[in-house]
């Protein structure tokens, strides 16, 4: 019976590190950019959210000066024109700015700042689901 108790607690201990390991990335929008109005033109975020792969829990951190930006997520109805900010979830001006990403699907997040939009200062992602880890069970 001992023994039984002592591989319980070591498979419940297991699973505890295996639920711990699944992986979190912080991803820094635009890198060393930043958070900016882009001299590449509105496909500098594009292009770079394409190099990412976005999973649930992962962190979108936008560093930006604050006074001169901001960062908002946009609803998925202003997705045909992302610079719509009539549609905002949120609006963040002090940077810098984490947002943990805790829904699949398209997300949007643009500058409100009149024309940083228009002129490149937008985001769009897709978040997958992350993969849930395997729970060991041992029959008791």
């Known amino acids: 019976m001992a023994g039984l108790k002592s591989t319980v607690v070591v498979l419940m201990v297991s699973s505890f590190q295996l639920q711990s390991t699944v992986r979190k990335t912080s991803h820094v929008v635009g890198d060393a950019l930043g958070w900016t109005i882009p001299s590449g033109g509105v496909t500098t975020y594009a292009t770079w959210a394409s190099q990412q792969t976005f999973t649930l829990a992962d962190t979108l951190v936008f560093n930006f000066t604050t006074g001169f930006h901001n ?32 829904r699949p699907g398209t997300h ?25 880890p395997t729970t060991i069970s041992a029959p008791l």
Do not use: F, R, W
């Open 108 to 132: 949007h997040y643009i500058c409100t700042v009149i024309g940083h939009c228009q002129i490149g200062q937008k985001l769009t992602i897709n978040v997958s689901p992350s993969t849930a």
């Open 71 to 102: 960062v908002a997520e946009v609803s998925q109805a202003a997705g045909s024109d992302p610079c719509t900010a009539t549609n905002t979830l949120s609006i963040n001006p002090t940077s810098p700015v984490t947002i943990t990403l805790t």
